[in-house]
């Protein structure tokens, strides 16, 4: 293990399962934040039908809606998705594969929600603005969400190195 400033070892001295251990914690936790969001956008997308003003909607922006939803769906599936497997493979030994996999699936399920907020904010900005816009604004959004999620932490990674 490789030594800091004060001497001392760096990093984790810890068991492979012992990692996996803390790598799921830590993924329950940013689970919380992200299903949080998610079933609030998505509780909201629900009521939407049930609005005296979705009848007076376009087809294109019933289109959009549907679209929302089946995607709303599955951010949910893919970010709920982690627990099932956990709960599944509790037991057979298996927490670092299962930590593995529950981390892929919050990464498709991150994509999802990503495509969940674009669609909204196409359906309702069609709504505000004209549709040009409108996907301008979704476009400006879209790298926004692209700098904040996956550009930082890219960022982050290359310029601090392991053991730097």
Known sequence: ????????????????EERAD????ELLQELRVAQTGVQVLFGFLLT?????RFAGLSDTDRDIYTVTILLGAA??????GP????????????KPETVQWASRLTLVGLFL?????????LLILRLVVD???????????VVWFVICWVALPLWAHATNPPGK
């Open 48 to 52: 939407v039908a049930f609005q005296a």
């Open 113 to 121: 929600l990503l495509c969940t907020m674009a669609s909204s904010l």
């Open 83 to 94: 627990v099932s497997i956990h709960r599944l493979l509790t037991g057979r030994r298996l």
């Open 75 to 80: 951010t949910t599936g893919a970010l709920i």
């Open 131 to 141: 549709d040009a816009l409108a996907l301008l604004l979704v476009a400006a959004m």
């Open 22 to 25: 803390r790598l799921w914690v």
């Open 1 to 16: 293990m490789e030594q800091g400033r004060s001497g001392r070892e760096r990093g984790r001295d810890e068991t492979p």
